[in-house]
């Protein structure tokens, strides 16, 4: 079981102000935005994927009054994707509209479409965000289907955490990589405040400036990267999680006592083990492997992604972290 981890009212305090300056930060950048020109103003989205991810991004869409069309390979996913998007809203609704819940939520369901034809999907988008499996054939074969069928002022936009833009928008013609860019979510998306914004040498302003509004809009807190090997966050978050689990393969410290000190003294509110179970030990593997491509090239180093023992041994377990059941900590319920 995972052991509970007492926290100080000293952290809790420092957290509070932390969000309120993220808050006023927030509110200060729409304000701003709201005086400068910008790209063309975005009004129908099309989301790719309904799973955890697609389903987030599609509901902060609906709920800032974007009309958005979800789709997927199955009328089965695109039910499973409502689902979540109709179990996250009542939790919201409890919160703005606690005594109409059920009207809270079918307003906001009310914006949403879903289709399995992916051509029709695009027909009338101003823009395409695709939360589909982290491949970057299968993305590109998407992407590249696509170009065709959206209109030509169409924004493409992949939500990729690992992968490079600029190769996923070379599935697309020279014009619609101008409209393309990376705009990559966190997960849980409707809690989350954060969205990097990936710009390839071939992004235009207007794109990026339309994207940047958009953020904005559905109430999110957007920060701007090149297309770097994991943007801002994984690129400092990934070699900080593996070199954690090389502390403990050392035998430096136990997990537990790592996540105690990142979180009491580094007032991080979660430590790493607890964040690899969280995101799965299967995919924090798999982009490692993926960077070690990075570092083959010279675009990282290559003793950030070499291989663990511990976490291949694990991974050939079955010991995936929170969705399995077991990580580094164990949890009765498979989440």
Known sequence: MLSPILRSATMSSTRSQLN?????????????????????????????????????IAQVGAQSGLKVTLSDVTDKALENGLNIISKSLSRVAKKKSPDDIEGFTKKILANIETTTDAGKAVEDTDLVVEAIIESIKVKRDLFGFLDSKAKAECIFATNTSSLSVTEIAESCGKERQERFAGLHFFNPVPAMKLVEIIRTPQTSTSTYESLKEVTLRIGKAPVTCNDTPGFIVNRLLVPYLLESIRMVER????????????????????????????????????????????????????????????????????????????????YENKK
């Not at 179970?277 to 990282?300: C, P």
């Not at 511990?310 to 059941?325: A, I, Q, T």
């Open 20 to 56: 309120a300056a993220a808050a006023t930060r927030l509110s200060s950048i729409q304000r701003h935005l709201s005086t400068t020109p910008s790209g063309s103003r975005i009004e129908r989205m099309t989301v790719f994927g309904a799973g955890l991810m697609g389903a987030g």
């Open 251 to 330: 035998g430096d410290a136990t997990p537990e006592d790592i996540d105690t000190a990142m979180e009491l003294g580094a007032g991080y509110p979660m430590g790493p083990f607890k964040l690899l179970d969280f995101v799965g030990l299967d995919t924090t593997t798999y982009i490692a492997q993926g960077w070690r491509g990075k570092a083959a090239s010279g675009q990282i180093s290559k003793e950030l992604v070499e291989p663990i023992e511990l976490l291949d041994k694990l991974v050939k377990e079955g010991k995936l972290g929170r969705k399995s059941g077991q990580g580094f900590y164990e």
